[in-house]
């Protein structure tokens, strides 16, 4: 680990951003340029004080997950994000995928989509990502740990999970989850993330292992969905799928379908969506 390396580097990729640039008002009083030290902390879901240190060059070495959050927080390219890696002392993530770090460009439309639900998610399935809205509509994964936060596992896995979605669609919806990931499994060419993925839904689920041995293949790229709301009942919405140049990662936005209620629903979505987070987040 080269500590007083470490420390540059974050400093300087913390000054070269502008608080518009991860979807913070910038403020009258702002004397520094870039951001906050604490703003990087809050960013990262770390201590300020821990922050600090990194940046003074005397704490103790950052595990991997606390670098992919840093990397994320800080908006780094993928280059930028194995220099992090390698100054910090440990190996970069492999492989051409992203994997969990965020690709900048995802995160700044993220931040800007604050009428819209949206997701990021990996090609596997691993929700990354989520704004205000999406929390309010699809429910919170604070409480849930970062390998079990994959959609496709918690939908074969978690009953509750289904209670949003009407029963006649649940079928089809499972159909879709299978056929995608095995689409991303293929392009992956059976790496070791996706194979231990799809063995260990398989393990859990039998409806899973029925579905995977159809060998149904399906890119996700929009569908329309109803998800039945605790507080404001049945919303229709679109999805659409919003794919990077290698498909490893995609936004997904819900539109209010043209002609449709659903445009009044996000309005509302948008009044009630603290509370009923916070009913999620108790669910989970």
């Known amino acids: 680990m080269d500590r007083q390396q470490l420390a540059d580097f974050l400093r300087r990729s913390r000054e ?65 994000r194995d220099h992090l890696y390698l100054l910090a002392g440990h190996r970069p993530p492999a492989g051409r995928f992203a994997g969990n770090h965020i690709r900048p460009g995802l995160l700044y439309l ?94 859990a689920s039998d409806e899973f292992a029925k579905l995977w041995d159809l060998h149904e293949v399906a890119v996700r790229r929009k569908s329309r969905m109803r998800v039945q709301h605790p507080s404001l009942g049945p919303v229709e919405l679109e999805c659409e799928s919003l794919l990077t140049p290698a498909e490893d990662q995609r936004l997904l936005v819900f539109t209010p379908p043209p002609g449709t209620d659903a445009i009044d629903y996000l309005g509302l979505l948008r009044v009630v969506g603290p509370e009923i987070t916070h009913r999620h987040h108790a669910h989970q």
Do not use: K
């Open 16 to 80: 070269r951003l502008r608080p518009g640039d991860v979807g913070l008002a910038s403020g009258p009083r702002r004397r520094t340029p870039g951001l906050r030290r604490e703003e990087v902390s809050q960013l990262a879901g770390m201590s300020a004080d821990y922050y600090m240190r990194l940046e003074q060059a005397r704490s103790p070495q950052p595990s991997t997950q606390m670098l992919g959050a840093l990397a994320r927080a800080l908006r780094l390219t993928e280059d930028e």
């Open 110 to 203: 993220l931040d800007r989509l604050e009428e819209t639900p949206a997701q990021i998610l990996s090609d596997l399935g691993d929700l990354l990502a989520q704004n205000a809205l999406a929390e309010a509509l699809l429910g919170c994964v604070c409480t849930v740990r970062e390998e079990d936060r994959n959609i496709v596992l918690r939908w074969f896995t978690q009953p509750f999970i289904r209670e949003a979605f009407p029963p006649e669609e649940r079928d089809q919806i499972s159909r879709m989850h299978v056929a995608d990931l095995r689409a991303a499994v293929a392009r992956r060419n059976h790496d070791a993330a996706s194979t231990e993925l799809v063995e260990r839904i398989r393990a």
